[in-house]
């Protein structure tokens, strides 16, 4: 019940402080569905490729460069069997990312972003739970204007899990609906 | 541009849907064994010895023959530590998967040192001579003497999570598992966040759960139960190939030998057996399977 709660305040959190900075300072709230492939490889067994589907909810501060923090759920699929017929089991995860972005203002809205987060993923069908930071390079641009500060953006992120048994790396197309405010919408 | 964004998906379709083929089979070795004699001047079922464990042994080798695997079958007066040994380094130089299986008891020591109990392991009289027992460190090492990389151990003995290495994962599952046990055995937790602090220990303590996949019984604090006709972990791992692919992808994993077996002992022996008697005899108990990255294919499902 305690981290229930602990959850809850900083989703909480996350959604209060946006109407907060609204004004002056340019803040953007943005909701995104991610979807990819990741390589993974444990030291001495083969390198298999897995799916992976995932979701976030992301608060940014400032432009053009920008202070983002997002939250993510994320489900790694099984990789595919190797010859030895093993694989990597799949994971869901659980994390929060803080991270930086720049936009410049002649690119026409195309936005560069580096965040580092930290990771709390379950195996499959399993109680065994494990932990990992996770680099991630991204790129985005707003594909559509929908109006009154919203858009729809397209991206690519790359990711980095950093495990402590084995290396998972990948690429994601990502789709994020986001709302702009203060400082004009880009 | 179009064009190139349908090249895209197209690869990311490809590299996701690759996922789903499954690779011929490789070579495939089961050792198994099974000790209910302990002490030939006793019958079946009177302490030290059990009841089951050969039949377990010799149902699990017809199951795994009939899925393609090639058995070495030992029960009660050959299923000594000596013989166990000579059957692993026979496998020097085998490249394929392995199933180490054993069916009997299992103890520990002073220390927590976990052990499963070969023939001979207890002596006429039923005192315990260690030297002739294996511990986990023990028997990995002559996987590892043997050059053998491939390989899950499967363990229906008393105590047998103590072989189960959880390597830089945290295990939500208690050693000594039930609501009824002192402390709480409980299941700790379910989802991500109640994790978080034990899993960031692990991550930073970045023990290696030592190559080898684990499938037990029961806890290192647990015993391990039989029934009328099985072992009943091993009951439900016979009962696998009809019932446990979660995803329907035509081969069952550890994972999900792990999972199916850990539901049903629950929902069929300790929410209505062990429940009512829990006073340390019919103690609950509850599966483990090592914290690894990896799974391996172990039984065609059938369709």
Partial sequence: MRTTRQLLACITTLVFLSPGFAGDMPARLSIGLDTGVLATSEPGYDTLNHATVGGSLSLSLWQPWSMDLALSYSWAAPSAYSDAWYRYRGFASLGLSLGASFQPTDLGGIRFGLSLGGFVARYDLSYSFFYYPRLSFDIDYPAFRLGSGWTLDAGLSLPLYFRADAFTAGFEAVFTVSWTTGGGNT | MKRSHSRALAVLLALALSSCAIPEAPARVALLYGVSIYDDSLPEGSYPNLSLADNDAEDMAAMLGTQGWLTTLRTDADATKSAILADISSMAGFDGLVVFYYSGHGTYDFDGTTYILPRGSITTGGSLDLLEAFYPAELFSAFEAAGLKHVVVILDSCHSGGFVM????????????????????????????????????????????????????????????????????????????????????????TTELFAFTAVNIQIQWNQWVADDYDNGQYADYHPHVTGSPREYGLLFADN
């Fill in chain 2, 166 to 253: 959880e390597g830089a994962t945290t295990d939500g599952v208690p050693p000594l598992f039930g609501p009824n046990e002192t402390p709480d055995g409980s299941i700790m937790y379910t989802w991500q966040l109640p994790a978080t602090g034990d899993a960031i220990a692990a991550y930073a303590a970045s023990a290696s759960y030592g190559d080898y996949i684990v499938l037990s019984a029961a806890g290192a604090g647990d015993f391990s139960w039989e029934t009328s006709t099985h072992g009943i972990f091993t009951g439900f791992l016979l009962q696998a190939p009809g019932y446990a692919d979660a995803d329907r992808d035509g081969l069952i994993t």
